[in-house]
């Protein structure tokens, strides 16, 4: 049985990246063996005309010494020219990234009337070691004016174990009370055993239906 191939996302156009570096390899290869079997030949190469220096002492009849120095050079300056303007393109792709990354996370938010079930889902994603024996809670809920909820909080599962870079989906159950006063109530999903298994939870209890 084959693993099925990791996805790339955004990343899937390196590939074309990878042909490119390959054809520049072998492009290189060829001129090194090409340059190397040159051997006497180099007066007569008219395309190294461009390359050679110029001495004062040198007949007309005699063939410029090649400047490689200048041709090592130039030949350096394009390769680097090619580099530094495709880090400039992925910093512009890697910029907005960072920068959708300071924004504040979508912060799930479930809504039902007083004495129904309210409910959300959160994602939790492990670092780079493997944890065991993880418990997920929900402390408090409260509105932005100190009220606090009074309710029964239960996240399922509520123990469990992550290998590192897993992600589990976990369920935040609320009992909302027959009196639960209406409005938005906040709160955090900690887990313990992730220092940074904070994530945040929100519980709307609307307005009860108007009595018939």
Known sequence: MTDEPRPKGPFAPMEMLDEVQRQALEAALRI?????SLGGGLADASWLRDFTGARGDVGPEDPAPIDVG?????VARAADTFADLLRA??????DAVDELARRPGHRPVGTSRPGERAGVVCSVRNGTDAASGLRAHVPQLASVDGVVLEAPVTVTPERFDLQAHEKVELSVTVELPADAPPGRYHGLLLVSG???GAHPVTIE???PEPAR
Do not use: K, M, N, Q
Request: charged fraction near 25%; proline fraction near 5%; charge should be negative.
């Open 32 to 36: 090194t063996s090409e340059l190397g």
């Open 70 to 74: 200048r041709l090592r050079s130039d």
């Open 89 to 94: 393109v992925l910093d512009v792709g890697f």
């Open 194 to 196: 992730l220092p940074d």
């Open 205 to 207: 209890v609307a307005a």
